[in-house]
């Protein structure tokens, strides 16, 4: 069965400083990979994706980059963190789509930042 | 485009009683739709999916939802209410290859 991971589960980092979280998948090959900010009552944003080693696609222009430089691993990171960068940080994972695929992704535990 | 409206942000119900969370969607193809719960400060994991084949879809922990294409609807329901459901749910549409959020229903049971 697949598991996904993400480290670390919480982080307290100060204004101006770097920012590099990971996820890493088990049990699967070539999956698609997803990052997803969970602000507070804000739901959630799709920050990028990933279909394959090095392809990374944003959606949001922001503070943040994401790297993927394994095929079951995935960084998001930041040069700077700014305050408001702070919230609930998920990974995600997919099959590759085919013909009569349905979706769904499935999450990590997530890491929760707080940036003062 | 497709989208996801979660009628109701927050349910409360007492437990042993039944939860209805309300989902309506908007697609112009036939859809996938999902649920998921979110405990605190947990990750989302997926209650049930629909994918055009049987209309009630049956999830994990007791939880149903029933696809409606007359009313674009995707409810949830589950018989009995446990306090372990509280939790966040959000119904979730694909959309050109990503997922589509709902704003999300916040459940209480209440002992």
């Known amino acids: 069965s697949q598991t996904i991971h993400q480290w670390p589960a919480t982080l307290v980092q100060p204004v101006g400083s770097p920012l590099s979280l990971e996820c890493t998948v088990e049990g699967t090959s070539n999956p698609n990979l997803y990052w997803y900010r969970q602000a507070a009552g804000r739901g959630l944003q799709l920050l990028f994706y990933s279909v394959g080693i090095g392809q990374i696609s944003s959606e949001v222009p922001q503070n943040l980059s994401a790297s993927r430089p394994q095929d079951r691993q995935f960084i998001l990171s930041s040069k700077k963190l700014l305050l408001s960068d702070s919230g609930f940080y998920l990974c995600?994972?997919?099959?590759?789509?085919?013909?009569?695929?349905?979706?769904?992704?499935?999450f990590g535990p997530g890491t929760r930042l707080t940036v003062t | 485009a497709q989208s996801v409206t979660q009628l109701d942000s927050h349910v409360s119900v007492s437990e042993g009683t039944p939860v209805l969370l309300r989902c309506n969607y908007s697609s112009s193809y036939s859809p996938s739709l999902f649920w998921y719960v979110q405990h605190p400060n947990k990750g989302l994991q997926l209650l049930l999916k629909?994918?055009?084949?049987?209309?009630l879809v049956k999830g994990i922990n007791g939880f149903e939802a029933e696809f409606k294409k007359s009313e674009t609807s995707f409810h949830l329901t589950k018989p009995s209410a446990h306090m372990s459901d509280a939790a966040e749910y959000f119904c979730v549409v694909n959309g050109k290859g990503k997922l589509v959020f709902g704003a999300g229903t916040i459940l209480r049971v209440k002992s």
């Open positions: 629909y994918t055009s084949a049987a209309t």
């Open positions: 995600a994972w997919s099959f590759i789509r085919t013909s009569g695929s349905s979706y769904e992704q499935y």
